[in-house]
């Protein structure tokens, strides 16, 4: 192969790599409410949740990555809970208000409002809106677990 063929085959390689890249980090995040560092549930510790039912602040010093989001742990330990099974605390609908989910729609949270059902964690927007979810959790479980498939890779902006 000539040296031209062999730098264009290079170049277009290249550029089919970079677009690739581009596109992966587009999408990434998407199906996580994070905030512009990548943070999840408002820096809020989420073992925490399950092992003191109630919200406690995680520290910068003790985190882990999972689906694209940084998680705060107050703890070592705690931190360490959750990277041996992440899956048991991630919260449902990548951390996106609950309710709002019941319409199709994401919304952050402040971290604050959550309820622990059936072993799964759900946080909503603030406390408000948990007064307003809480009133018919298992209706509303049901119909933001028909929307979560169809909204989960679609940006929030476009919803």
């Known amino acids: 192969m000539s040296f031209a063929k062999l730098m264009t085959k290079s170049a277009t390689t290249l550029i089919a790599a970079i677009a690739l890249t581009i596109s992966t980090f587009s999408h990434a995040g998407v199906d996580t409410e994070t905030d512009a560092n990548g943070v999840i549930l408002a820096g809020h510790d989420v073992v925490a949740y399950f092992t003191e039912n109630k919200p406690v602040e995680g520290l910068p010093h003790f985190t882990a990555s999972y689906n694209d ?20 605390y991630a919260p449902q609908y990548g951390g996106f208000c609950a309710y709002g989910m019941t319409f199709g729609k994401k919304f952050e949270i402040d971290g604050k409002a959550f309820e622990i059902v059936d072993g799964k964690l759900f946080v909503n927007k603030n406390l408000s809106v948990y007064e307003a979810w809480k ?3 298992p209706t509303h479980i049901n119909q933001a677990q028909a929307q979560w498939p169809k909204v989960k890779n679609v940006a929030a902006s476009k919803l």
């Open 69 to 88: 989001a940084i998680y705060r742990f107050s703890s070592a330990e705690y931190r360490d809970t959750f990277v041996a099974n992440p899956d048991k």
């Open 135 to 137: 009133k018919d959790v």
